[in-house]
């Protein structure tokens, strides 16, 4: 499978810099995936949950408040406000996922956002 | 003898200075590391930002002919009202670092007095605000603490309010300035313009390759956002930068004080053996002559 670069820029640094297979946005009209070669495109980011498929096979989950992304055939940036990640290697888990609750619920999304994106990080957090 | 006490008096006081002036270059120092580090992380979220924006108004020209038909990017060629935003410490005992931004704002000043056009303040740090009050200026802002904390959520609010009376027509045009880091040993004086966005800073000669599908499909909702989020960060970039140039410049105050001390010192003391070995030549004088006048 062709990859494709991955970079997440926030406010406190990257914090996601690498070559993965694919990557599911929240887009603010809605979630999307993106592989690579895709069109060019610059979308806002909503409230949610980014999944990336890494060139390893594993899954990490990063739990965003908002943003914007840009998509370009090979390389594909996101710059978002606040950001936490969540993968099955990390040492504190659960901390990890309340910290991301936590953001997600600081933000001035609809109430029903909030809570698909919660309970998104929720079931990420169970399939680790 | 009444003059030796004094020297020793004074060589203590100015070594107690020396001790003072020393630590609070070494606290200057740990202090600028961490707002290094801080600005550095910052600067590459500023520079995908400013990437992004070139990338949306590029698009724009090139749909529309006529230039960008944006309100944060119409260009005024003669402003009536000017919003100038000024930076400087809440402390002072940093050499000329707030006296350099309060010399480049009276500059200001002049200058867009002299065509005529009416200029408000907005006051970030109280050395800024002090010196505007004394001179009995008035300000339309006045902030303190954000300058010594750079606080992300703060700095947007301050600037929103600012955007928003530009986009009512209070303003025509917002300029920043600020005193920045270079490294350790300079500071230099930034001046950005806020808004309307400067097109002339953003390289937009470049036609792009492929067109550039937008998300929501409507332009302006996009760069509205875009152009919010820029000039936040734009506040809070400038924020940390004068932080750190607060502290590179305090460090070297600081560093010259010491060092002065010292010099100091090393005087007063050779004055102090002098005013030693004088009383001593003039005690043995005495008991010599007045051995002499016994005989």
């Known amino acids: 499978m062709e990859l494709m670069k991955l970079e997440i820029v926030t406010p406190d640094g990257v914090i996601f810099d690498a070559e993965v297979k694919q990557v599911t946005l929240p887009g603010s009209e809605g979630e999307f995936g993106v592989l690579a070669n895709h069109a060019t495109l610059v979308s806002l980011l909503d409230t949610g949950v980014i999944v990336i498929d890494k060139a390893d096979g594993k899954e990490i989950a990063v739990a965003i408040n908002s943003g914007y992304v840009k998509v370009e055939e090979e390389k594909t940036t996101c710059i978002v406000d606040?950001?936490?990640?969540?993968?099955?290697?990390?040492?504190?888990?659960?901390?990890?996922?309340?910290?991301?609750?936590?953001?997600?619920?600081?933000?001035?999304?609809?109430?029903?956002?909030?809570?698909?994106?919660v309970s998104k990080v929720e079931q990420i957090g169970k399939s680790f | 003898?009444?003059?030796?006490?004094?020297?020793?008096?004074?060589?203590?006081?100015?070594?107690?200075?020396?001790?003072?002036?020393?630590?609070?270059?070494?606290?200057?120092?740990?202090?600028?590391?961490?707002?290094?580090?801080?600005?550095?992380?910052?600067?590459?979220?500023?520079?995908?930002?400013?990437?992004?924006?070139?990338?949306?108004?590029?698009?724009?020209?090139?749909?529309?002919?006529?230039?960008?038909?944006?309100?944060?990017?119409?260009?005024?060629?003669?402003?009536?009202?000017?919003?100038?935003?000024?930076?400087?410490?809440?402390?002072?005992?940093?050499?000329?670092?707030?006296?350099?931004?309060?010399?480049?704002?009276?500059?200001l000043i002049a200058e867009y007095k002299e065509k005529g056009v009416k200029v408000r303040l907005r006051a970030v740090g109280r050395k800024g605000i002090d010196f505007f009050k004394f001179n009995g200026i008035e300000l339309n802002n006045e902030i303190i603490g954000l300058s010594a904390s750079p606080d992300f959520k703060k700095a947007s609010e301050f600037i929103s309010e600012v955007a928003a009376s530009y986009v009512n027509g209070d303003t025509d045009k917002i300029i920043l300035v600020h005193n920045g880091y270079v490294n350790m040993i300079t500071q230099e004086i930034r001046e950005d313009q806020l808004l309307p966005v400067d097109t002339s800073k953003l390289k937009l000669d470049h036609q792009s390759t492929s067109e550039l599908e937008v998300e929501p499909d409507d332009d302006d909702t996009l760069l509205d956002a875009l152009?919010?989020?820029?000039?936040?960060?734009?506040?809070?970039?400038?924020?940390?930068?004068?932080?750190?140039?607060?502290?590179?410049?305090?460090?070297?105050?600081?560093?010259?004080?010491?060092?002065?001390?010292?010099?100091?010192?090393?005087?007063?003391?050779?004055?102090?053996?002098?005013?030693?070995?004088?009383?001593?030549?003039?005690?043995?004088?005495?008991?010599?002559?007045?051995?002499?006048?016994?005989?």
Request: hydrophobic share 40%; with cysteine; charged share 30%.
């Open chain 1, 82 to 117: 606040g950001a936490v990640s969540l993968s099955a290697e990390d040492s504190d888990l659960s901390a990890a996922l309340e910290a991301a609750k936590t953001l997600l619920k600081s933000t001035e999304a609809s109430n029903t956002a909030i809570a698909t994106a």
């Open chain 2, 1 to 107: 003898m009444a003059n030796l006490k004094e020297i020793k008096r004074k060589i203590g006081s100015v070594k107690n200075t020396q001790k003072t002036t020393n630590a609070m270059k070494l606290v200057s120092s740990a202090k600028l590391k961490r707002t290094e580090e801080l600005a550095k992380r910052s600067r590459v979220y500023a520079a995908k930002l400013t990437e992004l924006i070139e990338e949306i108004a590029q698009k724009m020209k090139q749909s529309n002919a006529d230039g960008i038909d944006n309100i944060y990017f119409k260009d005024i060629e003669n402003p009536q009202k000017v919003d100038i935003i000024f930076i400087t410490a809440d402390k002072g005992l940093c050499g000329g670092f707030n006296s350099q931004t309060l010399k480049r704002t009276n500059q």
């Open chain 2, 227 to 295: 152009v919010k989020r820029y000039i936040e960060y734009t506040m809070y970039y400038s924020l940390i930068d004068s932080l750190a140039a607060e502290h590179s410049a305090r460090m070297q105050a600081m560093d010259a004080a010491t060092n002065n001390a010292k010099d100091m010192v090393k005087e007063l003391q050779v004055k102090y053996n002098k005013a030693r070995q004088e009383s001593i030549t003039t005690e043995l004088i005495e008991i010599i002559s007045g051995m002499e006048s016994m005989k």
